[in-house]
């Protein structure tokens, strides 16, 4: 899809934000965490998805000298598939080599296979199980990383 943008996340977007991140997780964060984080600039970077003005994603992201984590990323459930996520990725490549991150690192439950081969497919490794990391099930996190 060729109409998909990718843009710096204002204030204005943060409704529809929380809304789709209350679609996606079950222990959601709420629209003033987003808020929060985005009142912190030097450290937090954060992307809108549109798709033909709509708010179809978002991925948030911290990044401290060498050090880059990919703390959020989702998709609205009825736009998945469509390559939305893999640009949202594909910015985040472009924004830490432009502050010159090295290692990326993330985490994710052990049942997300959506998720896990999103970040294979983007050369993430497996590196560590963090036990019962997740509640709303217990489950199992998985720390991935990139050397870029
Ligand atoms: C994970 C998520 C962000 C993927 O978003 P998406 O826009 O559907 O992903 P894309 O269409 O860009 O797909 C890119 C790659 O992700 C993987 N992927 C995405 N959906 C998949 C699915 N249903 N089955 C298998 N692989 C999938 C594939 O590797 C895909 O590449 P391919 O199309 O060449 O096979 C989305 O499913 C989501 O929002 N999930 C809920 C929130 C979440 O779990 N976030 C991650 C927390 S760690």
Not at 17 to 24: F, N
Not at 49 to 60: F, P, Q
Not at 62 to 84: D, T, W, Y
């Amino acid at each position: 899809m060729n109409n998909i943008n990718i843009i710096p996340t204002t204030e204005e977007h943060l409704d529809a934000i929380a809304e789709i991140e209350a679609m996606c997780f079950s222990t959601p964060w709420s629209r003033n965490s987003f808020a929060d984080s985005m009142s912190n600039k030097q450290v937090i970077s954060f992307f809108t998805a549109t798709l033909n003005n709509e708010i179809v994603g978002y991925i948030c992201l911290f990044h401290l000298f060498e050090e880059g984590e990919l703390l959020n990323i989702a998709v609205k459930p009825n736009f998945r598939n469509c390559g939305i996520a893999q640009k949202m990725i594909n910015k985040m490549f472009e924004l830490f080599k432009q502050k010159e991150v090295t290692r990326i690192t993330l985490e994710l439950r052990e049942s997300n296979i959506n998720a896990k081969s999103l970040y294979l497919k983007n050369g993430f490794e497996p590196i560590g199980i963090r036990k019962n990391y997740y509640t709303s099930p217990l489950e199992n996190g998985i720390v991935m990383q990139k050397n870029i």
